[in-house]
């Protein structure tokens, strides 16, 4: 058996005017994050988690920012494209590990449907996707509630 383990990391300031999408699900708040996607900081830290485990290079690298065919996309095509590249290259995800940094809003409420949209996104058991989520103690631009950071850790295994 072959594993492989991926870290990912992105982050995203956050504006008026826009809707916050983490997980793939829409949580209500005052502000939401900018991006050239629907900027799903979590999404985002989970595809380069599981594309670094299989070598495959960042998000960044797939999905360019600058491609206009990428505009206000919903981040879960991302991720499904992300998944059938690493299965494409000999690999199935064992599990996540993913933690939402932000001052607001709470999280936890909203967990168990992130899990849910991300298990069907990704085709995995929602055993396999922890999600946490934490504050940043009011310090630095997370603190001052002007963005928010996910990290993510993967484990990929060749079939």
């Not at 829409?26 to 599981?50: E, K, M, R, T």
């Not at 095509?77 to 590249?85: D, P, Q, T």
């Not at 996104?121 to 928010?148: F, H, P, W």
Request: a negative charge; proline letters at 3%; glycine letters at 8%.
């Amino acid at each position: 058996m072959k594993i492989r383990v991926g870290f990912g990391f992105d982050t995203h300031q956050l504006v008026v005017g826009r809707e916050l999408w983490l997980g793939g699900v829409l949580i209500p708040n005052s502000v939401g994050a900018l991006g050239h996607s629907d900027a799903d900081v979590l999404i985002h830290a989970i595809c380069d988690a599981i594309l670094g485990a299989a070598n495959l290079r960042d998000i960044g690298f797939h999905f360019k920012n600058t491609d206009p065919q990428w505009k206000n996309i919903d981040s879960k095509i991302l991720l499904k494209e992300s998944c059938r590249l690493v299965r494409e290259k000999g690999f199935e995800i064992g599990n996540i590990d993913a933690t939402l940094c932000l001052e607001e809003p709470k999280i936890n409420p909203h967990i168990t449907k992130m899990q849910t949209a991300l298990s069907e996104c990704m085709q995995i058991e929602l055993d396999c996707i922890s999600i946490k989520a934490t504050t940043n103690e009011t310090m630095g631009y997370v603190g001052r509630k002007e963005g928010v950071n996910a990290y993510a850790v993967a484990l990929i295994e060749k079939i």
